[in-house]
C-alpha cells in the first residue's frame, strides 16, 4: 500500500510558477504510475498529467501541455509537479494519485487506487 501527501500549493499571480510535491511511502515506488488531477469548486475531478514508474514515459492534458511538467524522483519517492505560466483557470485542488497497473496515458481517474489529501492553488488575475 501507499500512502501519498502533497505539498507546495499556494496562491501565485497569473504567469507565475509554482513547483506541487508528492512523497510516497513504501518501498516500491518506482513500480507504481503516478499522476495528478484538479478538481475546480463544482467541476469534476480532472486529469493533468502522469508518469510511468521509470520516468521514461508522460502523458499530458491538452489544457496544460507545454506549460506543465512531472518529474519525479525514485531515489527520494517523490513526483512533482511543475506548473509554469500559469492562468486563472488552473485554480483547483491538485491531487497526487499512484497506481501499479495504469497504463502510460492513463487519464481515467477511477483506475488509480490510492491518493493524496490534496492541495490548493489559486491563481489570481
Known amino acids: 500500500q501507499v500512502q501519498l501527501v502533497e505539498s507546495g500549493g499556494g496562491l501565485v499571480q497569473a504567469g507565475g510558477s509554482l513547483r506541487l510535491s508528492c512523497a510516497a511511502s513504501g518501498r516500491t515506488f518506482s513500480s507504481y504510475a503516478m499522476a495528478w488531477f484538479r478538481q475546480a469548486p463544482g467541476k469534476e475531478r480532472e486529469f493533468v498529467a502522469t508518469?510511468?514508474?521509470?520516468?521514461?514515459?508522460?502523458y499530458y492534458a491538452d489544457a496544460v501541455q507545454g506549460r506543465f511538467t512531472i518529474p519525479r524522483d525514485n531515489a527520494k519517492n517523490t513526483v512533482y509537479l511543475q506548473m509554469n505560466s500559469l492562468k486563472p483557470e488552473d485554480t483547483a485542488v491538485y491531487y497526487c494519485?499512484?497506481?501499479?497497473?495504469?497504463?502510460?496515458?492513463?487519464?481515467?481517474?477511477?483506475?488509480?487506487?490510492?491518493w493524496g489529501q490534496g492541495t490548493q492553488v489559486t491563481v489570481s488575475s
Open positions: 508518469i510511468s514508474g521509470s520516468g521514461g514515459s508522460t
Open positions: 494519485a499512484a497506481d501499479p497497473y495504469a497504463g502510460e496515458s492513463e487519464s481515467y481517474y477511477e483506475t488509480y487506487d490510492y
